[in-house]
C-alpha cells in the first residue's frame, strides 16, 4: 500500500511540477515587437498553449525527440509567440508574431502584407517619433488586420525599405512565419539570415494577454 502511496505522490508532484513550469516570464530588450512588447517589458508566456516539446516544457520535454512536438492547437495568425532561433549562435529565444501559417502564402508587396494574395487591411493612426540606437526616427502607426479578422498596431518607417518587398514563400507544414510588428526593425522571417520558417518544435509559447 506503501508503495502504491509513494507512486502516486510522485504522480501528483510531477503533474504539479509540470503545471508550475508551464507558466514562465520573459522580458526582451528588443525594439522589435514595438508598440505590443516595448523593451524591458515583462510578459507572461503559456508553455502549453500548443502542446509541448523539449524547448517549451524541459522537464517533461527531455524525453522527446528534440525535432519532435506533442501537439495541442495550433498557433492562429495574429498569436504572439516566443521561440527558439537556432540559427544564431549561441541559440536565442525571440518573441514574434505568427503573420502566416501551415499552407498559406506569405509576401510583402510595397510595404504591405499579403497572405494567399490578399493584402492585409492597414489604417494608418498618426506619426511617432522613436529613438533607435540613440537616433530619433520619424514612424507611422497603423493598425493592420490579418485573414481571420485578428488586428493589432505596427510600426513602419516607410514603404520601400529592404523587407518592404520579399517574393511569395509557401508556410511548410508544421511551421510558422513570423513578423515583428516594428516592421522596420525587425530579424524576422522576411530578413536575410533571419530565422526564416519557425518550426513549431521550437515555439516555447504563447504570450498570454
Known amino acids: 500500500m506503501w ?4 507512486g502516486l505522490g510522485l504522480i501528483v508532484f510531477g503533474l504539479a511540477s509540470s503545471l508550475f513550469s508551464s507558466l514562465a516570464l520573459y522580458s526582451t530588450q528588443a525594439m522589435s515587437m514595438m508598440p505590443a512588447v516595448e523593451p524591458g517589458q515583462r510578459f507572461i508566456v503559456n508553455k502549453l498553449a500548443y502542446g509541448y516539446s523539449t524547448v517549451s516544457l524541459p522537464l517533461v520535454g527531455t524525453r522527446l525527440d528534440p525535432n519532435r512536438l506533442v501537439a495541442g492547437p495550433t498557433p ?6 516566443v521561440f527558439l532561433d537556432t540559427t544564431q549562435s549561441p541559440a536565442r529565444t525571440i518573441v514574434s508574431r505568427v503573420a502566416a501559417v ?3 502564402e506569405a509576401a510583402y508587396d510595397g510595404g504591405r502584407l499579403v497572405i494567399n494574395g490578399d ?3 492597414r489604417d494608418a493612426l498618426g506619426q511617432e517619433t522613436l529613438v533607435t540606437r540613440g537616433r530619433p526616427q520619424q514612424v507611422t502607426r497603423y ?3 490579418l485573414p481571420g479578422g485578428m488586428s493589432h498596431e505596427i510600426f513602419e518607417l516607410g514603404d520601400d525599405g529592404a523587407m518592404d518587398q520579399t517574393w511569395p514563400v509557401t508556410v511548410p507544414e508544421g511551421h510558422v512565419f513570423v ?3 516594428n516592421r522596420d ?4 522571417s522576411r530578413a536575410p539570415g533571419g530565422p526564416g520558417m519557425v518550426p513549431l518544435a521550437r515555439i516555447l509559447g504563447r504570450v498570454s494577454d
Open 143 to 145: 493598425r493592420e488586420t
Open 185 to 188: 526593425q525587425s530579424r524576422d
Open 102 to 104: 501551415a499552407g498559406d
Open 179 to 181: 513578423l515583428g510588428d
Open 76 to 81: 492562429r495568425r495574429g498569436d504572439i509567440i
Open 3 to 6: 508503495r502504491w502511496v509513494a
Open 119 to 121: 493584402y492585409a487591411q
